[in-house]
């Protein structure tokens, strides 16, 4: 089973993917949410999702998130 990471700064919007999306079908879980890109950095390093889903537009930090290493 996959792990998936849901991003997006729409906090009803979030809610909506990670509840009625059915991921479990798919063979994946969500491993967890952020509500920005900051904060889904920050825990992405910590849990290491094999698929990261985001929005791009967001405030304190975009979801365009680039990492070297």
Same mark, same amino acid.
């Given at each position: ?7 997006? @700064?729409?906090?009803?919007?979030? /809610?909506? $993917?990670?509840?009625? !999306? ?7 879980? #969500? ?7 900051? @904060?889904?950095?920050?825990?992405? /390093?910590? $849990?290491?999702?094999? !698929? ?7 405030? #304190? ?9």
């Amino acid at each position: 089973m996959y792990s998936i990471f849901l991003v997006d @700064d729409e906090e009803l919007e979030l /809610e909506m $993917i990670r509840d009625y !999306i059915r991921w479990e079908e798919m063979g994946i879980y #969500v491993a967890g949410t952020a509500l920005n890109g900051r @904060d889904a950095l920050e825990k992405i /390093e910590v $849990i290491q999702p094999d !698929i990261v889903l985001t929005d791009v537009q967001m405030p #304190v930090m975009n979801g365009l998130i680039w990492r070297n290493g």
